[in-house]
């Protein structure tokens, strides 16, 4: 009985490590160096950031080199992120366009909270090299996350704007000056062009919509 469920648990995790394609990024090249340092990894589970550095210390450059491969990543996320959106955003202007490229990057900023280190290696010269990695199926989540979070702060600034402009409004009715009505037209134009503002990104921006075309983008490559 025993070896049965030794071997059942070998299918299985031969089975689970067969649902991920791409580059080994244990394999090594002939000189010994990381397959990784000279092939970019493919996988259709994760994105992959590769950085060097060599600089006056080992920390140091080990610091930059994991800096250059977190820039290297979220480079490739902002970049997934626009393809997936494409389609659903490409007339957009203005505000709505401003709203998509805002929750874009803080989806990223978001999305490096995340990031795994999953190497480090020195070369013989001496430049160290790093390689950190994102799992792929979490970004749909973070773009919503990050998406409601912004829909919340235009909601915010609407009411913001209404409650001043009502205030506004209510100190010059009791200023007894020949400019308060022009002041009050000024201040009604301005509210209302920050107010029409706020409600096209509220009526525009989908956060869930948005997150399944990322997370299809992703399951589509499974």
């Given at each position: 009985?025993?070896?049965?469920?030794?071997?059942?648990?070998?299918?299985?995790?031969?089975?689970?490590?067969?649902?991920?394609?791409?580059?080994?990024?244990?394999?090594?090249n002939e000189d010994g160096s990381p397959i990784w340092t000279t092939e970019v990894p493919q996988s259709n589970r994760y994105l992959y950031g590769v950085g060097r550095a060599k600089l006056a210390n080992s920390i140091n450059s080990e610091n930059a080199a994991e800096s250059a491969a977190r820039a290297d990543l979220a480079r490739k996320i902002q970049?997934?992120?626009?393809e997936a959106q494409s389609s659903y955003t490409a007339d957009s202007t203005g505000a709505v366009a401003e709203a998509y490229e805002r929750i874009t990057v803080e989806t990223v900023n978001i999305t490096m909270r995340n990031v795994v280190v999953e190497q480090n290696w020195t070369a013989p010269d001496g430049m160290v090299w790093a390689l950190v990695s994102f799992r792929m199926k979490d970004l749909d989540d973070l773009y919503e996350l990050a998406a409601?979070?912004?829909?919340?702060?235009?909601?915010?600034?609407?009411?913001?704007?209404?409650?001043?402009?009502?205030?506004?409004?209510?100190?010059?009715?009791?200023?007894?000056?020949?400019?308060?009505?022009?002041?009050?037209?000024?201040?009604?134009?301005?509210?209302?062009?920050?107010?029409?503002?706020?409600?096209?990104?509220?009526?525009?921006?989908?956060?869930?919509?948005?997150?399944?075309?990322?997370?299809?983008?992703?399951?589509?490559?499974?």
């Open positions: 009985m025993r070896k049965t469920i030794i071997a059942l648990l070998l299918i299985l995790v031969a089975i689970l490590s067969g649902c991920e394609t791409g580059t080994d990024i244990d394999a090594v970049t997934s992120i626009h409601n979070d912004y829909l919340n702060q235009v909601e915010a600034r609407k009411a913001e704007t209404e409650r001043n402009l009502v205030d506004l409004l209510a100190a010059l009715s009791e200023v007894e000056d020949e400019n308060a009505s022009l002041i009050a037209s000024e201040g009604e134009a301005i509210a209302k062009e920050i107010i029409d503002q706020c409600d096209e990104v509220l009526g525009s921006v989908d956060a869930t919509a948005l997150a399944s075309l990322i997370a299809a983008v992703y399951d589509s490559a499974e």
